[in-house]
């Protein structure tokens, strides 16, 4: 039988957190889910060398600890050793994803994104997470921004399948169709 790499990812991102949450540093391991994303995101050639087969677990793992060890939980660092023995190096990527989306869920945390064609202030940061809390109940809000002039003003606001689009290039369009209509 064919297991997934995502499946197994699930399981194993499952397993930290209720690991994490009797040991109570559920906190800890997020920071550290986070720390692995932004290394991630700036080396991206690092999650390559643990995808790549030819190099050996050992070397992958002589690299995990000299850039991690000190920098994150024990508990998080044993899930790389536990990777690294059982040369599953290469999913570390999928199972903080996993372990991101099961903690959010655990928190009742939602992710938001808006699209505005400016910076937005902290007081208009604030107005779009209790927007997005009253369209989907939820105790945080994770707010993405995104500036996107081609909307021309207003905002688009997306919190899981919902999209608020108040932008007034949505707003134009619908007119002009509305009167290409009535033309004819």
């Given at each position: 039988m064919y297991t997934s790499n995502i499946q197994v990812a699930s399981r194993y991102a499952k397993s930290l957190l209720k690991q994490a949450i009797d040991m109570g540093v559920l906190d800890h391991v997020y920071k550290d889910a986070l720390f692995f994303?932004?290394?991630?995101?700036?080396?991206?050639?690092?999650f390559r060398v643990l995808h790549n087969p030819i190099i050996k677990n050992e070397t992958k793992l002589a690299i995990l600890t000299s850039i991690f060890q000190s920098r994150i939980h024990p508990l998080t660092f044993h899930l790389l050793k536990l990777l690294s023995h059982r040369k599953r190096e290469g999913i570390l990527?999928?199972?903080i994803d996993t372990f991101l989306e099961q903690y959010y869920i655990?928190?009742?945390i939602k992710a938001a994104s808006v699209t505005t064609t400016f910076r937005l202030s902290d007081d208009l940061i604030r107005y779009f997470k209790n927007l997005a809390k009253s369209l989907v109940p939820c105790k945080e809000v994770i707010l993405k921004e995104y500036v996107n002039p081609s909307i021309q003003g207003g905002f688009v606001l997306r919190i899981e399948d919902q999209?608020?689009?108040?932008?007034?290039?949505t707003r134009l369009h619908k007119l002009k169709k509305q009167y290409s209509i009535a033309e004819y």
């Open positions: 994303k932004k290394v991630g995101k700036s080396h991206k050639t690092l990527p999928t199972i655990y928190r009742g999209q608020l689009d108040n932008s007034l290039a």
